[in-house]
């Protein structure tokens, strides 16, 4: 059991801020995210020692966040975002901080016009960086069908947002 709760422990670091990231794009709000992350992860503890290693662990890992978020989704109460209060940042940093922010609401805007499905596809592929394999372990769709869907929302993305914020979106996707 010690040696279980150990590799979990290795597994658990890796794989933190990525099942963070992977419910904040749902929730929108740290304070959720965080809970659910929390729910994620004890989940997967208490079911551990049932791991089949014929599966990956991130699949396994990823799959258990879906279902946690939908699951939320499910029993949720609306819920005030504070996170849409602004912050107080420092002055030095005032233009660059507000430019970032203006970016970063431009593809969370962006990404709220999209189905949940595809929008949990474009964060699934880009962000977390899946292979379409993956994706359909996770979601239970087909491979092939999401290679389609996923190259027609990027077809619609590149006409109706710049490429420069697809770019920013990917590389300072830490923000989001």
Same mark, same amino acid.
């Given at each position: 059991m010690a040696g279980d709760s150990e590799a979990f422990g290795v597994l658990y670091d890796m794989y933190i801020e990525r099942i963070y990231r992977f419910v904040y794009f @749902?929730? #929108? #709000?740290?304070?959720?995210? +965080?809970? %659910?992350?929390?729910?994620?992860f004890t989940k997967a503890f208490s079911k551990f020692g049932s791991f089949d290693t014929r599966v990956s662990f991130s699949t396994w890992i990823f799959s258990i966040a879906r279902n946690t978020c939908i699951d939320f989704y499910r029993t949720a109460k609306p819920v005030a975002d504070l996170e849409?209060?602004?912050?107080?940042?420092e002055p030095s940093? %005032?233009?660059r901080d507000y430019e970032l922010r203006e970016k970063v609401q431009q593809v969370k805007a962006y990404l709220e016009t999209l189905a949940p499905d595809q929008r949990e596809l474009v964060?699934? @592929?880009?962000? +977390?960086?899946?292979?379409?394999d993956e994706i359909a372990r996770i979601t239970g769709k087909k491979s092939a069908n999401l290679r389609v869907t996923f190259s027609r929302i990027i077809a619609r993305m590149q006409k109706e947002i710049t490429f420069a914020l697809? %770019?920013?979106?990917?590389i300072f996707k830490k923000y989001l």
């Open positions: @749902r929730t #929108h #709000h740290k304070q959720t995210a +965080e809970d %659910l992350t929390s729910i994620v849409t209060a602004p912050d107080v940042a940093n %005032l233009a964060i699934m @592929r880009l962000w +977390e960086g899946f292979s379409y697809i %770019l920013f979106a990917i």
